[in-house]
């Protein structure tokens, strides 16, 4: 099974934030569908019965205090040149408690032979790009510091993917409560 694990974004004003920005801005992108809007945490890829057991207990070990975020900014991966992704961002504070608690993630799974391929970034992934679709810096230019709103993390979930022709379909496997 194809797994990650996850922060859902699950306040609704800020999903309807987002949709709303989705649905303003004209870009050659698939918008990400708004139950699935999350931060990955940690991409772990294919993995077995056996092994999705052993994870789920090594997260249970991470122990978290709830955190506040905000939604702030837009931008593009790797750059608004040539995208393949257009996020959101969030603010410093809020960002750097997802790194702490994407580093702590890390710590966990690294006994399983999980390693990140790249260093964490707070984002929301809310289109992606297939084809060239050139530089998007004007599209973009005016939402550097819009505001998408709050919302606080309480948890985080170890997440089934399963591509589809339609787009992934998630599915929670074990959910971690701040304690």
Same mark, same amino acid.
């Given at each position: 099974?194809?797994?990650?694990? /996850?922060? %859902?974004?699950?306040? !609704?004003?800020?999903? =309807?934030?987002?949709?709303?920005?989705?649905?303003?801005?004209?870009?050659? /992108?698939?918008?990400?569908? $708004?139950?699935?809007?999350? #931060?990955?945490?940690?991409?772990?890829?294919?993995?077995? !019965?056996?092994?999705?057991?052993?994870?789920?207990?090594?997260?249970?070990?991470?122990?978290?205090?709830? #955190?506040?975020?905000? #939604?702030?900014? &837009?931008?593009?991966?790797?750059?608004?040149?040539?995208?393949?992704? &257009?996020?959101?961002?969030? =603010? !410093? &504070? @809020?960002? +750097?408690?997802? %790194?702490?608690?994407?580093? %702590?993630? !890390?710590? &966990?799974?690294?006994?399983?032979?999980?390693?990140?391929?790249?260093?964490?970034?707070?984002?929301?992934?809310?289109?992606?790009?297939?084809? +060239?679709?050139?530089?998007?810096?004007?599209?973009?230019?005016?939402?550097?510091?819009?505001?998408? @709103?709050?919302?606080?993390?309480?948890?985080?979930?170890?997440?089934?993917?399963?591509?589809? $022709?339609?787009?992934?379909?998630?599915?929670?496997?074990?959910?971690?409560? /701040?304690?």
């Amino acid at each position: 099974m194809r797994t990650f694990v /996850a922060v %859902e974004i699950s306040n !609704e004003s800020v999903i =309807d934030s987002i949709r709303d920005f989705q649905s303003k801005i004209s870009l050659q /992108a698939k918008p990400v569908q $708004p139950q699935n809007l999350h #931060f990955t945490l940690q991409f772990l890829g294919e993995i077995s !019965e056996e092994i999705c057991e052993k994870i789920k207990q090594n997260l249970k070990t991470i122990e978290f205090q709830s #955190f506040k975020i905000n #939604f702030k900014g &837009v931008g593009a991966f790797p750059n608004m040149r040539s995208p393949r992704v &257009v996020w959101v961002g969030v =603010d !410093e &504070v @809020g960002g +750097k408690m997802l %790194e702490k608690l994407a580093k %702590e993630v !890390e710590n &966990v799974l690294k006994p399983l032979g999980f390693f990140s391929d790249k260093p964490f970034k707070s984002h929301i992934t809310i289109f992606r790009i297939k084809n +060239k679709i050139g530089n998007i810096s004007k599209d973009l230019e005016n939402f550097g510091d819009f505001e998408f @709103g709050t919302q606080i993390v309480s948890n985080f979930k170890l997440k089934q993917s399963v591509l589809t $022709p339609k787009g992934p379909i998630y599915s929670d496997l074990e959910e971690i409560i /701040a304690s």
